[in-house]
């Protein structure tokens, strides 16, 4: 990925599966890499305790400056590892609230004193601190999350959304963020797609018609490289600004993956 000029590593959380942990995965690849940059695309919030993910996102920032980037969620898309990030039931959002207002305070303070109804924390410290504010992206979709995004975040990566629903989301944090007295960096509007190179495969048929059961898939997954070009510019005039790639599947070959990516969507970057 370096030697090819790509700009960035996105890690998925899917704890049950042969995927790396999105943490230890950034680590590797930091480590491996000189200006990569690596982000979680996305990380559950709620049921992390705040002070050792600081810890963890400190560290890494202090070790790889401006190369990382970290990405939260309410839950998992997968119904079956919810019970991994475990709160009290009914209270999701309101844990993801107040574990992003501690790990903000913790990554930016040097003495953090905290008592809530998830964390109390007395005289907390952690270092080093990033030398650079660390951008935290947020993902979702529903009207509650455009609003915590607009208050909380300096991003949002999307996903199965189509281009006319992306453009209603960034309306939608933009007048969060004004409400709040913010305002999110224009370019700062990211989406992941999914690319089929060999046909799109059932189970991501599935998994589409059930998130979105109203929409058609193809407006949510590309067919080859062709449709997801033209998906990309469709999302560019819906104003979304960054492009998260993935393989729909299991490829033989991520090597063969990159260069074909590299060859047919870097000559859009900007």
């Given amino acids: 990925m370096e030697r090819l000029d790509i700009d960035s590593l996105w890690l998925s959380e899917v704890v049950l599966s042969p995927q790396v942990d999105p943490f230890i995965g950034m680590a590797h690849a930091l480590s491996r890499t000189a200006h990569l940059k690596v982000g979680t695309g996305v990380a559950v919030l709620p049921g992390r305790q705040p002070v050792r993910l600081a810890k963890q996102l400190a560290s890494l920032a202090a070790l790889a400056p401006g190369r990382v980037l970290p990405a ?15 709160v009290p039931a009914g209270r999701r959002a309101a ?17 953090v004193s905290y008592h809530g109804e998830f964390c109390g924390i007395d005289a907390v410290s952690i270092g080093p601190k990033p030398a650079k504010r660390l951008d ?22 999307a996903s199965f959304l189509t281009p006319e ?11 969060a963020a004004a409400e709040a007295g913010r305002e999110i960096e224009p370019d700062h509007y990211g989406i992941g797609l999914a690319v089929a190179t060999d046909g799109v495969p059932p189970e991501l048929l599935a998994m589409a018609r059930e ?13 080859g490289w062709h449709h997801v070009k033209e998906l990309i510019g469709r999302y560019i005039d819906a104003g979304i600004t960054k492009f998260v790639i993935r393989p729909a599947s299991n490829v033989p070959s991520y090597r063969a993956f990159l260069d074909d990516f590299a060859a047919e969507l870097l000559p859009l970057q900007t």
Avoid: C, K, N, Y
């Fill in 72 to 86: 939260f969620g309410l839950q998992s898309a997968r119904r079956w590892e919810r019970p991994l990030f475990e």
């Fill in 95 to 111: 844990a993801f609230d107040e574990t992003m207002h501690v790990l903000r305070m913790l990554l930016e303070q040097d003495e």
């Fill in 136 to 157: 935290i992206w947020l993902g979702g979709s529903a009207p509650s999350a455009m609003r915590r995004i607009g208050r909380f975040a300096d991003g949002w990566l």
């Fill in 165 to 175: 629903q992306t453009r209603r989301g960034r309306a939608a944090i933009e007048a």
């Fill in 211 to 223: 998130r979105r059961p109203d929409t058609d898939p193809s407006e949510l997954i590309a067919d």
